[in-house]
């Protein structure tokens, strides 16, 4: 049963850094794009960034200078680095896993339960 498991959540002041985790129970997690998004209360879901089999990283403009995704194809987890924290990333964090199809199989993706991060003066 594919499972993507977030951690690292919790609260932390203007200006702090926190780094999210997300284990992912897949087979093949190196062939997955992994991506981080959030939702924040009342809004629509968003991308954060992605990273993609061949560990290139791309950032939506929020994130960029100050979060960085890497990962661990040996501990098959995706992490999310973010400083310099600001009110407005209060949201739900949420991990997901996408795979393209090939002539052997479907496209595939799978979403994490998320984890609640919420920065406070």
């Known amino acids: 049963q594919v499972q993507l498991v977030e951690s690292g959540g919790g609260l932390v002041q203007p200006g702090g850094s926190l780094n999210l985790s997300c284990l992912a129970s897949?087979?093949?997690?190196?062939?997955?794009?992994m991506g981080w998004y959030r939702q924040a209360p009342g809004k629509e879901r968003e991308l954060v960034g992605q990273i993609f089999p061949s560990a290139i990283v791309e950032l939506v403009d929020f994130a960029k200078d100050r979060w960085t995704i890497t990962r661990d194809n040996q501990k098959d987890t995706v992490y999310l680095q973010m400083h310099n924290l600001k009110p407005e990333d209060t949201a739900v964090y949420y991990c997901?896993?996408?795979?393209?199809?090939?002539?052997?199989?479907?496209?595939?993706?799978?979403w994490g339960q998320g984890t609640q991060l919420t920065v406070y003066s």
């Open positions: 997901n896993a996408q795979r393209s199809a090939s002539p052997f199989r479907p496209a595939s993706q799978y």
């Open positions: 897949l087979n093949q997690f190196p062939a997955f794009k």
